[in-house]
């Protein structure tokens, strides 16, 4: 290309708190400036992870409710960047990017990342034959289809019936060493709330998550050790809802609703547990990074990448089927184990893997 930068242009539904924007804004930071030159529309409206993006990153907020309303706004601005590749994750949006792709600028790539495990959410959904068709249809006009875990991939073939040669798997990626700088920043956020043990679960609160569940089974803990905490880090939805849970369960002052935190691995470095008990996962950023903080980890079964993770960490053991509070889940975790992380999930083997997809 005679030294001319690669332009990729990433599309994101928002910036507010999600694995999707999070890995995105992790390859925004990341991707080799001497190959890309990196852009980015967002539909929606801001949110949490704008002041992560690079300075060098032209953002574009088309600000738009639905992203069935974005189609032509978004066309005009891939006509006006003039990307070589556009990248989109989250089902929704990628359909979106997809069903543009006959009027793109000839020679344009599209590359989609999907964010989540399709059947599960199609499942619940009364219009599930009519998003199948979409997915069956539109998947395909990719050039590449990105897939967090092998789990997702076998997922779209066989329960969504997605048939594309251009399937490809590449975990999410951690960044160990950022990690490890701010788990450093700042004492310990349970020091004034006694012994515990402390319980802590990351993530928005929507009903995907099942933190329902996490309050109920949580009853059950503090029957056991009246000091133990529940402390939720994250926004959303649900969150009325599972106050009033707390409450109707006698349990309200041992549960803690901290919203959004910038610095979820302080928490992470002194908990006493980290739970994922999601109704599916596609590959949880929050599990992964709780590893890297040499927490103790738990998660109750679900379809989803989450099982691979514990295999490639070798604690596949912690992948069960019911929160009882097994004494043995507090115990603090080998050192290979984060090793093993590491050897999957490092920032600069993703980041190359996702380079090579790009350009």
């Known amino acids: 290309m005679g030294g001319q930068r690669v332009k990729v242009l990433f599309v994101l539904s928002?910036?507010?708190?999600?694995?999707?924007?999070?890995?995105?804004?992790?390859?925004?930071?990341?991707?080799?400036?001497?190959?890309?030159?990196?852009?980015?529309v967002v539909i929606g409206e801001s949110g949490v992870f704008e002041k992560d993006i690079p300075k060098d990153v032209p953002i574009t907020f088309l600000r738009l409710k639905r992203v069935r309303q974005a189609h032509f706004p978004l066309l005009k601005e891939i006509y006006r960047i003039r990307p070589a590749t556009v990248f989109a994750t989250l089902g929704y949006v990628n359909l979106g990017v997809l069903m543009l792709r006959p009027f793109l600028p000839k020679g344009t790539r599209v590359v989609v990342r999907e964010g989540a495990i399709v059947s599960s959410i199609?499942?619940?959904s009364s219009v599930a034959p009519l998003?199948?068709?979409?997915?069956?249809?539109?998947?395909?006009?990719a050039d590449q289809?990105?897939?967090?875990?092998?789990?997702?991939?076998?997922d779209l073939k066989e329960a969504i019936g997605v048939t594309t040669a251009n399937m490809t798997h590449i975990y999410n990626p951690v960044d160990v060493a950022a990690i490890d700088a701010l788990s450093n920043e700042g004492e310990n956020p349970f020091i004034s709330h006694g012994q515990g043990p402390h319980v802590v679960t990351v993530g928005r609160l929507a009903k995907i998550k099942n933190y329902d569940n996490l309050v109920l089974r949580f009853r059950d803990l503090v029957s056991e050790k009246p000091?133990?905490?529940?402390?939720?880090?994250?926004?959303?939805?649900?969150?009325?809802?599972?106050?009033?849970?707390?409450?109707a369960q006698g349990i309200a002052s041992q549960v803690h609703f901290m919203g959004h935190q910038s610095n979820p691995y302080l928490w992470l470095k002194y908990a006493d547990l980290f739970v994922l008990c999601s109704k599916s996962e596609g590959l949880p950023n929050a599990l992964l990074e709780a590893v890297a903080c040499r927490c103790p980890v738990i998660s109750t079964v679900h379809p989803g990448g989450t099982g691979e993770i514990f295999a490639n960490i070798g604690q596949s053991k912690r992948f069960v089927e019911a929160l009882n509070w097994e004494p043995w889940w507090f115990e603090r975790p080998e050192t290979e184990t984060r090793a093993r992380l590491v050897s999957v999930h490092d920032l600069n083997r993703v980041v190359l893997q996702y380079q090579e997809v790009l350009r």
């Open 14 to 40: 928002n910036l507010n708190e999600g694995g999707a924007q999070k890995v995105s804004v992790t390859l925004l930071r990341f991707l080799d400036r001497t190959i890309f030159e990196p852009h980015l």
């Open 131 to 141: 998003w199948r068709t979409f997915y069956r249809r539109f998947y395909p006009r």
């Open 122 to 124: 199609l499942n619940s």
């Open 145 to 154: 289809v990105i897939c967090q875990s092998n789990f997702m991939r076998q």
């Open 227 to 247: 000091d133990a905490h529940l402390w939720l880090l994250g926004t959303g939805p649900e969150q009325s809802a599972l106050e009033e849970l707390a409450r």
